[in-house]
């Protein structure tokens, strides 16, 4: 049902400052910092050869991950996002075993202009879980 992991996300206050970091230290490729209105957040990737690293930063006060960012002010791990062949069957399928969808539990288009949904962290050991159609 999971596919590979395709990132981890780490809020932080200057999502394109975090970036550059990753590029100079560890020679990935970083994007242009993409606002994704829809989500309350501003995101920018470096990608690395078996993953990728998103930041985030809250796109305005009313963010989701305004308060995260708040309590982490250096940062922190947000969430970890994982590829699934079929968004909507995974969903019902997690659903079904006793996971938690965020929001209104129909997928929204992320940062990579697919289907995304968010899982409650506190059916998953503790961790936000983001399934992305592949």
Known sequence: MLGRLNHVAIAV?????AAKIYGAAFGAEISAAVPLPE???ITVFA????????FIQP?????PIAKFVERNVDGGIHHVCYEVPDIVATRDILIAAG???????EPKIG????????????DFSGALIEIEQS
């Open 99 to 105: 996971a938690r969808v965020l929001g209104d539990g």
């Open 59 to 63: 796109l305005g006060e009313a963010s």
């Open 39 to 41: 989500h309350g957040v």
């Open 111 to 122: 940062a990579h202009g697919k289907p995304v949904l968010f899982f409650h962290p506190k």
């Open 13 to 17: 206050r200057d999502a394109e400052k």
């Open 47 to 54: 990608a690395l050869p078996n993953t990728k690293i998103e």
